[in-house]
């Protein structure tokens, strides 16, 4: 995961240690508009950026959860059934963004942490990066023109005063990838800071992914 301080918007300057495999993975970074370096993030169990067999939820432990899907159960009850892992699977963006917007704020609740509020620019910047990563056929919070996240989220209007952004490749439901972040450690310190206001978040979906990013900020 990646941990940095930058002097403004798109501001530049930071260390970075990351942890990527497949053939599911995922990667936190996070940045502030502050004058002291942020405290040095956790050791990782495991070299950064090295690559290694996914087995258990792709971070720190990856490994890809591959759940088969539910078979619907029949019902002759006039009440809506609950939703199959099928549903899910087949789920709008707006539902999928909801229900991990649900789940953060579920685990920031546990912590003492206030909820995020889903912002339109935030959303913006989340799923564009989400859409260029399956486009180009990349994975990271820079993309190939040298974007990082606080550049991206800036263009998208958002003027921040902090940012975090999660991302990762593979993991099939909200449930899956939700678990995936919360037992890496960099992505979980960025869903429960509670510095963050607003959330927004990305997914495409399509062989190979889904395609998953979180963008948290609080404004100037």
Request: aromatic residues 6%; hydrophobic residues 30%; neutral net charge.
């Amino acid at each position: 995961w990646y941990f940095g301080t930058d002097a403004g918007p798109g501001g530049g300057g930071a260390t970075a240690t990351r942890t990527a495999g497949d053939p599911v993975v995922d990667l936190s970074e996070s940045g502030a508009a502050t004058a002291s370096p942020p405290a040095p993030a956790s050791p990782a169990p495991s070299t950064p950026a090295a690559k290694k067999p996914a087995a258990t939820a792709k971070t720190h432990h990856p490994t890809k959860k591959a759940t088969a899907p539910a078979a619907p159960q029949p019902s002759t009850s006039p009440s809506t059934p609950r939703p199959t892992r099928t549903a899910l699977l087949g789920a709008t963006p707006s539902d999928t963004v909801t229900q991990v917007v649900a789940l953060v704020n579920k685990e920031r609740a546990a912590a003492g942490c206030g909820p995020l509020t889903e912002d339109p620019q935030l959303e913006q910047a989340a799923q564009g990066h989400s859409d260029d990563m399956a486009a180009r056929g990349f994975f990271d919070h820079t993309n190939p023109d040298g974007a990082d996240p606080g550049q991206r989220i800036t263009a998208a209007g958002y003027r921040w005063s902090t940012y975090g952004e999660n991302i990762a490749q593979g993991q099939q439901t909200p449930e899956a990838v939700m678990d995936s972040w919360m037992n890496s450690p960099g992505h979980r310190a960025n869903i429960l800071n509670c510095s963050f206001k607003d959330i927004g978040v990305g997914v495409h979906r399509g062989t190979g992914g889904p395609w998953w990013t979180q963008d948290f900020g609080a404004k100037l």
